[in-house]
């Protein structure tokens, strides 16, 4: 099958951006095998952060995440936060990465998330055994990426400067709803 996105093309804002707006279960029509093997961490850090960009845009909190196998580099599941959108408390950018890839073996994967994970969504990433997970924003949050760690969970931080931008802008405009976000809608009716 042809793609559009296959050997000979350059990894840009555009194609990245396709990337992250294109449903998962139809990415194999964008892109070739070849190019996903491309994609460099710092490339695939650029999807979760277009991904947040995605959930603010739609009125929500700027997190985004994907699953990338570890061997062929193809992504199995991506997702953003959805806590307005879809009135849900732990639609959380890994939480949707994960139900968007469905039942599969977590423990050849690497999630990329553009902001470090909650409590919540850090226990379900070493419960299903995920190998690998790289943290575009330890700026704004951190905390969990020692207890990933005490769990055998490899952890990077790639810190994506438009990515930390973004949700510092978000936090400054919206800080009832990063609050409600992080810690539930009871911290903000405190």
Request: hydrophobic share 40%.
């Amino acid at each position: 099958m042809e793609t559009l996105l296959n050997a000979n093309a350059e990894v840009s804002d555009a194609a990245l951006s396709a990337i992250a707006h294109m449903p998962t279960a139809s990415l194999p029509a964008l892109m070739s095998d070849y190019f996903a093997k491309r994609l460099s961490d710092a490339d695939l850090m650029r999807v979760a952060v277009l991904l947040a960009q995605k959930s603010y845009d739609e009125g929500g909190c700027p997190i985004g995440a994907l699953i990338v196998d570890n061997a062929t580099r193809r992504i199995l599941g991506k997702g953003h936060n959805t806590l307005v959108q879809e009135n849900h408390p732990y639609h959380h950018g890994e939480t949707s990465a994960i139900r968007d890839a469905g039942r599969i073996d977590f423990r050849r994967t690497t999630l990329f998330t553009s902001l470090s994970p909650c409590e919540i969504c850090a226990t379900l990433v070493y419960m299903r055994g995920f190998s690998r997970v790289v943290v575009g924003d330890v700026t704004n949050a951190s905390g969990t990426e020692a207890l990933l760690r005490s769990k055998g969970v490899e952890v990077e931080i790639l810190e994506d400067p438009q990515g930390i931008a973004q949700y510092a802008r978000f936090r400054q405009e919206k800080p009832e709803l990063d609050l409600e976000d992080w810690q539930g809608l009871g911290a903000v009716q405190e």
